[in-house]
C-alpha cells in the first residue's frame, strides 16, 4: 500500500503546481521550457494593432502604383488586363505570405523577437543545408541592393511625373515653352534641399499631408474616368503576346509592396494576425487587387491607347479640376521622393560609414544625399520616359526582390523538413522562380529596346 501510495498521482487541485515543478526540474527554468515568442520579446514601441497594420499596409501599396494600372491594361486588354490583375495580385500576396510565414518561424528558431527581409534571407541561408551556407553574405546583399535599387527607380519615376505634371500645367496657362527634360532638372531646386533633411520624424506632416492628398487625386481621376466612358468594343478584350511582359512588369510595379511588408509585421503586437484568412494581408491585397483592377479597367477603357504612366496625366488640359489634381499629384510626388530616397540612401551609408573619419560623418551624408539626388533627377533627365522606368524597376528589382528571393528562401528553409506531399512546395517554388527570370528577361528586353527606340 505504502508504495502503491508513492505512485499515485497528485490530487488535482495540485496538478498545475505539479506540472511546473517536472518542467523546472527537466529545464532548469519556465523560459527554458516555454516556447520563444518573438511578439512577448520585441520593445514596447511594437504596438501596432491589426487594424494599424492594416492602414499602414494599404497606405504603402496605394502609391503612384495604382495611377500606372491603366498603362498595364494597355499592354494587356481589358480581358486579360483583368484576369492578370487578380493572378499577379494572387503571386504577390502569396510570395509576402511565404517571406513572412519563414521570418515567423526563423524568429522562433532562433529566439530573434523580429527580423527584417535582408536579414531573413541572410539568416536562412546560415542556418540551411551546408553547402548553401556560403551563399548567405551574396543573398543578404541581393535583398539589399534589390531594395535599394527598387526605390531608386521609383524616385526616378517621381521626377518624371512631377515634371510631366507642371509642363502640362505651364503649357495650358501660357508659361515657357520648355521640353520636358528641363523641368526634370528643375526639381532639384526643391528635392536638393528636401533631401538633406535626416530624421523621419520632420517628414511625418508631409506625409500625413501627402496621404489625404492622394486620395483627393485619385477620387478625381476617376471621375474623369467615369463621366463619359466608351463603350467596352472600342477598346481591345486582348492584345498580342507581346505586351504580357510589359503588362507584368507595370503590374509589378504597381502592386508589390514586399519592402514594406516586414517592417510593419515587426511594429505589430500580435504578429501572428499579419497571416490567415481573414488576416491584415488578405484583406489589404484583397482591397489592393480590386482597387487597382477597377483604376486599371475604366482607365484604359476611357483613355485607350493614349493612356499614359500616370492617370492624371490623361486627364483634360482645360478643366480647373483636372489641372488641380495634377498639382496635387506633383505635391505627393514631391514629399514621397524624400521618404522613399531614405531606403537607398540608408543601403549605401551601411556600407562606407566605417570607411569616412566619424568627425565628417555628418558631411559625408550630406554629400552622399547630395550625389544620389543629382544622379536620380539626371537619370530621369536623360531618359524621361515614365513608361520605360516603371517597366524596367518592376522586371529587375521587383521580379527578383518580390518573386525569386521569397521562393528560393521558403525553399531553402524547408529543405530537409517538410515539403508537403509529392514535394508541392518544392514544385511551386520552382514555378515561381522560373516565372519571375522570365518576366525579367522579356521585361528587361522591352524595356531596353523602347528606351533606345527613344533616344
Not at 29 to 56: I, K, Q
Not at 192 to 216: D, E, G, H, R
Not at 262 to 281: A, D, K, R, T
Request: net charge neutral; proline share 5%; charged share 15%.
Amino acid at each position: 500500500m505504502e508504495k502503491d501510495k508513492e505512485l499515485a498521482p497528485p490530487p488535482v487541485r495540485d496538478v498545475e503546481n505539479y506540472s511546473s515543478k517536472v518542467e523546472l526540474a527537466y529545464n532548469g527554468s519556465r523560459e527554458d521550457f516555454d516556447p520563444y515568442v518573438p511578439a512577448n520579446h520585441r520593445p514596447l514601441s511594437s504596438s501596432t494593432s491589426s487594424f494599424g497594420a492594416l492602414a499602414h499596409l494599404l497606405k504603402a501599396s496605394l502609391g503612384s502604383g495604382v495611377l500606372a494600372m491603366p498603362l498595364a491594361f494597355k499592354n494587356a486588354g481589358l480581358l486579360v488586363g483583368s484576369f492578370g490583375t487578380v493572378v499577379v495580385g494572387f503571386i504577390c500576396a502569396h510570395v509576402i505570405h511565404v517571406l513572412v510565414k519563414t521570418s515567423q518561424q526563423l524568429c522562433v528558431d532562433l529566439k530573434k523577437p523580429a527580423l527584417g527581409y535582408a536579414d531573413t534571407c541572410d539568416l536562412v541561408f546560415q542556418n540551411g543545408p551546408k553547402p548553401v551556407r556560403k551563399f548567405a553574405p551574396f543573398a543578404r546583399e541581393l535583398a539589399d541592393w534589390a531594395l535599394a535599387l527598387t526605390h531608386l527607380g521609383a524616385c526616378c519615376v517621381y521626377v518624371v511625373v512631377i515634371a510631366e505634371s507642371f509642363k502640362q500645367i505651364s503649357d495650358v496657362y501660357g508659361g515657357p515653352v520648355w521640353s520636358v527634360k528641363i523641368y526634370c532638372a528643375l526639381t532639384l531646386v526643391i528635392l536638393v534641399p528636401l533631401c538633406q533633411i535626416t530624421k523621419l520624424k520632420y517628414l511625418v506632416p508631409f506625409s500625413a499631408f501627402a496621404n489625404v492628398v492622394w486620395l483627393v487625386s485619385i477620387c478625381i481621376s476617376i471621375y474623369y474616368c467615369l463621366r463619359d466612358p466608351p463603350n467596352i468594343s472600342e477598346r481591345n478584350l486582348a492584345t498580342s503576346i507581346t505586351g504580357i511582359p510589359t503588362f507584368i512588369s507595370t503590374s509589378l510595379f504597381a502592386m508589390e509592396g514586399i519592402g514594406v511588408v516586414m517592417p510593419i509585421e515587426n511594429e505589430m503586437s500580435q504578429p501572428s494576425q499579419f497571416l490567415g484568412c481573414p488576416g491584415v494581408l488578405s484583406v489589404a491585397m484583397t482591397a489592393v487587387v480590386l482597387l487597382y483592377g477597377f483604376v486599371g479597367f475604366t482607365g484604359y477603357l476611357s483613355y485607350g491607347e493614349t493612356v499614359r504612366g500616370s492617370l492624371t496625366l490623361n486627364l483634360p488640359q482645360d478643366e480647373i479640376l483636372a489641372q488641380i489634381a495634377k498639382v496635387l499629384v506633383a505635391s505627393v510626388m514631391i514629399f514621397s521622393f524624400a521618404l522613399v530616397y531614405y531606403v537607398p540612401v540608408d543601403v549605401v551609408w551601411r556600407r562606407i560609414q566605417d570607411k569616412v573619419p566619424v568627425s565628417f560623418h555628418t558631411a559625408g551624408v550630406a554629400l552622399l544625399r547630395l550625389a544620389g539626388v543629382l544622379m536620380t533627377v539626371g537619370i530621369a533627365t536623360a531618359v524621361p520616359r515614365l513608361e520605360l522606368f516603371m517597366e524596367l524597376v518592376g522586371a529587375v528589382c521587383l521580379s527578383i526582390m518580390g518573386l525569386l528571393l521569397p521562393a528560393v528562401v521558403e525553399t531553402v528553409w524547408r529543405w530537409g523538413k517538410d515539403m508537403g506531399a509529392f514535394n508541392w512546395i518544392l514544385w511551386k517554388n520552382g514555378l515561381i522562380s522560373i516565372f519571375s527570370l522570365i518576366a525579367m528577361v522579356t521585361g528587361v528586353t522591352y524595356s531596353i529596346i523602347s528606351m533606345l527606340e527613344t533616344l
